[in-house]
């Protein structure tokens, strides 16, 4: 079972693959950038940090992230794949 903090970092992922997957050209181009630059390996909200607070692999989440940046992964079973943690 997962602690509501997770819950909530759990949630801003699945909103950046939303994000990443389509939408509009801004949230799409922060996304982008959000999953693919290196912040502070322990910077609070940054990918790093959250694949780390989930227990998730950086270098599997970013692979999800180009598929579904160029159509090759549906966003909805990413979203319903990762809700289930």
């Known amino acids: 079972m997962n602690t509501p903090e997770q819950d909530l970092w759990?949630?801003?992922?699945?909103?950046?693959?939303?994000?990443?997957?389509?939408?509009n050209l801004s949230d799409r181009q922060s996304a982008v950038t959000?999953?693919?630059t290196d912040g502070l390996p322990h910077e609070m909200g940054g990918l790093a940090w959250i694949c780390e607070a989930l227990d998730l692999?950086?270098?599997?989440?970013?692979?999800?992230?180009?598929?579904?940046?160029?159509?090759?992964?549906?966003?909805?079973?990413?979203?319903?794949?990762?809700?289930?943690?």
């Open 57 to 85: 692999d950086l270098g599997h989440v970013r692979k999800i992230a180009k598929l579904v940046y160029h159509g090759r992964f549906d966003v909805l079973v990413c979203r319903t794949r990762l809700e289930s943690l």
């Open 34 to 36: 959000w999953f693919f």
């Open 10 to 23: 759990g949630a801003v992922l699945v909103q950046a693959l939303v994000d990443i997957g389509g939408g």
